[in-house]
């Protein structure tokens, strides 16, 4: 190549990296591969907030993995959990703790993803899974096929009929109010009472011995949980995060008026649309493993909320915020009275009931605008 040449295409590449506009102010800039025009900005507190919760779940999830009735040490559990090590350790960990901890990890991160989109699209802090009726929906549905009464589809089906219907029944008693304001919210709290009281009007109609059997599902419980329900639960977790994040963007830009939203391009309907669906599904698989774990859908985004940064919405902060509390609450239930074990349910209800008076109390942290 003529010098001249190299001196031009030099010059070039120097005018382009002083036109190359700095990130903006708490962001990092991340040049994607084989495109260097192009890039990525990540938050650097939203980075650092996942990483933390990241870390606090790790922490959790080896606790529930060494502590119980047999302790047992950390890097033995760590060798256990490789199927190495005493034969002992290896089965109380493989077989008891294991499917527990998988459990208690995806039903958090699902009730708590869940909730953070409901609480986007409402605009409200109080709209979630659990408050608006769909908790109760999908667990009425749920005990119904425990209890045998003709159904005889399987509890994850039938939690998504239930929540599924809990959700329209809402959304029709809400009227041209749609997701927005208080309207809303009422209407799920309704709607959510009176499939509460159908669940128990199953449970007092039935033989003792199976309203104990489906007693776990009104409550919320980890204990011999489903493996299919699990694994049915973790591959619709890993589709509804990468559903989530493609709904990022807009979802952001929800929080701010319609006709904002549509000025930027954002097709609002579809995108309340898909959140929707998205959420309902997400609770419906929750609960079909758990039951209705009370409070975790609105704790755990409001942690990840308050680690983040206010540019986006915080769903990945959300999900591992919502896996470590019910992994937490989880191992509180086992320890605390042991060997009397206390339901993952109402550990949350009890540590979530405060928390639930501190945000109503709180004027002006009602709504997400």
């Known amino acids: 190549m003529p010098h001249d040449a190299r001196q031009a295409e030099a010059q070039l590449h120097a005018s382009r990296d002083r036109l190359q506009v700095a990130p903006p102010e708490g962001t990092w800039r991340l040049p994607l591969p084989g495109s260097p025009s192009h890039a990525m900005l990540l938050d650097k507190r939203a980075v650092s907030a996942n990483l933390l919760l990241g870390s606090g779940l790790v922490t959790v999830a080896l606790l529930s993995l060494c502590l119980g009735s047999a302790m047992i040490p950390p890097l033995d559990a760590i060798r256990a ?9 290896v089965f109380v960990v493989q077989e008891l703790r294991l ?17 953070c989109l409901m ?17 109760n929906g ?12 003709g159904i005889s589809l399987a509890p994850p089906p039938m939690a998504l009929a239930g929540a ?11 009227g041209g109010a749609g997701t927005r304001g208080y309207r809303f919210i009422v209407a799920g709290i309704g709607v959510g009472a009176v ?7 199953l449970l007092a109609r039935v033989a003792i011995d199976v309203a104990n059997s489906a007693y776990p599902w009104t409550v919320g419980s980890l204990n011999a949980r489903s493996g299919n329900a699990v694994s049915i ?16 963007r807009s979802m952001a830009v929800l929080r701010f008026s319609d006709a904002v939203a549509q000025g930027l391009g954002i097709r609002v309907r579809l995108c309340r649309l898909l959140a929707l669906v998205l959420a309902v599904a997400l609770t419906a698989l929750a609960v079909a493993v758990a039951g209705p774990v009370g409070l975790v859908a609105l704790i755990g985004p409001e942690i990840a909320r308050h680690l983040s940064s206010r540019r986006g919405v915080p769903l990945i902060g959300s999900a591992l915020a919502g896996a470590v509390m019910m992994v937490a609450s989880d191992l509180a239930g086992r320890l605390l009275f042991a060997p009397i074990e206390i339901p993952v349910g109402i550990v949350t209800a009890v540590v979530g009931g405060p928390f639930l008076l501190w945000i109503l109390l709180r004027p002006a942290a009602r709504d997400l605008t």
């Open 81 to 89: 959990l490789l199927g190495q090590g005493d034969a002992m350790a």
């Open 99 to 115: 499917a527990r901890l998988m459990a208690g990890l995806l039903t958090g991160a699902a009730f708590a993803l869940a909730g």
């Open 119 to 135: 609480q986007t699209l409402a605009r409200n802090r109080l709209a979630t899974p659990g408050i608006i009726g769909i908790d």
């Open 138 to 149: 999908a667990t009425a549905f749920a005990v119904v096929s425990v209890v045998g009464m």
């Open 164 to 174: 599924a219907v809990a959700t329209a029944i809402t959304f029709g008693l809400a």
């Open 195 to 201: 499939f509460g009281a159908l669940t128990q009007l």
């Open 233 to 248: 639960l973790g591959a619709g977790l890993a589709l509804g995060i990468v559903a989530a994040q493609m709904l990022a």
